[in-house]
């Protein structure tokens, strides 16, 4: 990989992505433990995705109508943890990033819901988080029908690697999302042919475009460090009205001595080797040190969606009273008052019965 071609094709751009990767390559490194290589070939596409894409108020992480993101590749959560911190996330100081896998963080080693804000559902276990986003799709349909697509319209945006897509349930889930349309449902594969023991071809020789297809999604590949491509390719998976799988073709470790194998999956932690990496992304600041014009960039982008979200805040507040509280009920994960009641009558019917 020509990494200084790259940079100088779109500058911003990847000073933006670098900052990611430079955050990870410390944090791992003052952990002396955590996985470096998943967040630095991903960089590129989470980088557009919430520069373009992402509908988010990084002032308002529970504003009901965000896009969510999923990090179904836990095990890269340096990636999740930059980018909150970047974005302007209260909760994610740089601190936070300092103190990554330390006892009391919000940064454990695998992202864990209600440590920090942003962090929408825990992932770690390889398939989880593509299962759980289906759930998080369905959720979205069924709130968009009953509220109307002024309340909810968002997507679910979900980051998976090689070991998630050789888990079984990701069959399961990904059929069930085929089966239901489920539009608003995008998956980024980090396709970098690379998992903790070597190249994918060890244990996999699935042909994954095929079986999304097969299951009923629309499927693109695309170059997943070249951001016009990655923009492109997210502009088409939301104009689908099925779920969508984009195959981004990534180098794990990007730029790292260890790149494309599978000691990049791992924590890159010699000194020399981060130097070098950081001399190759033309990134010549300290540990955890990240430029002010870059910074700020990254804070644009955390505020993007004020607007829109104050518009939110309109169209709801002219929801009637009873709505509006039927909707605050849902969101704070209280069961309907009907629910009890249905339970207990189910209760009393089965003590009842006869054998
Ligand atoms: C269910 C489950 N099995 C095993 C693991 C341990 N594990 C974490 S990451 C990983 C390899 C994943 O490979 P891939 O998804 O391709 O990630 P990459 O190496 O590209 O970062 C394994 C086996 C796990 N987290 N969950
Ligand atoms: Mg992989």
């Known amino acids: 990989m020509d990494l200084k071609a790259l940079a100088a094709k779109n500058p911003e751009h990847w000073k933006k992505a670098a900052a990611i990767r430079a955050l990870t390559l410390d944090a791992v490194a003052a952990a002396n433990s955590g996985h470096s290589g998943m967040a630095m070939g ?16 990084a002032s308002a ?12 590749a836990g095990h890269g959560s340096m ?10 996330y209260a909760d994610m100081t740089l601190d936070e990033i300092k103190n990554f896998r330390q006892w009391g963080a919000k940064t454990a080693g695998h992202p864990e819901y209600g440590h920090s804000s942003g962090i929408e559902t825990t992932t770690g276990p390889l398939g989880q988080g593509i299962a759980n986003s289906v759930g ?25 690697g090689d070991g998630c897509l050789m888990e079984g349930i990701s069959q399961e889930a990904i059929g069930l999302a085929g089966r239901h349309e489920l539009g608003h449902l995008i998956v980024l594969w980090d396709d970098n042919n690379i998992t903790i023991d070597g190249t994918v071809e060890l244990s996999d020789r699935t042909d ?37 799988m984009i195959a981004c ?49 990254w804070e644009a982008i955390g505020a993007r969606g004020s607007a829109e979200r104050a518009e939110w805040d309109s169209q709801f507040s002219s929801l009637s009273a009873s709505k509006q509280a039927r909707f605050n009920h849902a969101f704070a994960g209280e069961a309907p008052k009907k629910l009890a009641v249905a339970i207990r009558r189910i209760k009393k019917d089965a003590a009842e019965s006869k054998p």
């Open 249 to 297: 073709k990534t180098h794990i470790a990007l730029g790292h001595a260890a790149q494309d194998t599978s000691k990049g999956h791992g924590a890159l932690t010699d000194a020399a080797q981060l130097a070098d990496a950081k001399a190759a992304y033309g990134w010549p600041y300290g540990a955890f040190e990240i430029p002010a014009d870059v910074k700020v960039a």
């Open 61 to 72: 992480p529970n504003w009901p109508d965000r896009d969510r993101f999923i990090l179904s």
């Open 79 to 88: 990636l999740l943890y930059a980018l909150l911190h970047l974005t302007g």
């Open 208 to 244: 994954q475009l095929q079986r999304f297809k097969a299951s009923g999604w629309h499927v693109q590949a695309i170059d997943g460090h070249d951001p016009i491509a990655i923009d492109e390719a997210l502009t088409a998976a939301r104009k689908s009205k099925k779920p969508s």
């Open 42 to 57: 991903m960089a590129d596409v989470a980088t557009v995705l919430f520069e373009k894409h992402m509908k988010f108020d």
């Open 136 to 160: 998080f799709a369905i959720a979205e349909e069924i709130l968009r029908a009953t509220y109307g697509k002024k309340i909810q319209n968002h997507n679910t945006y979900v980051i998976a």
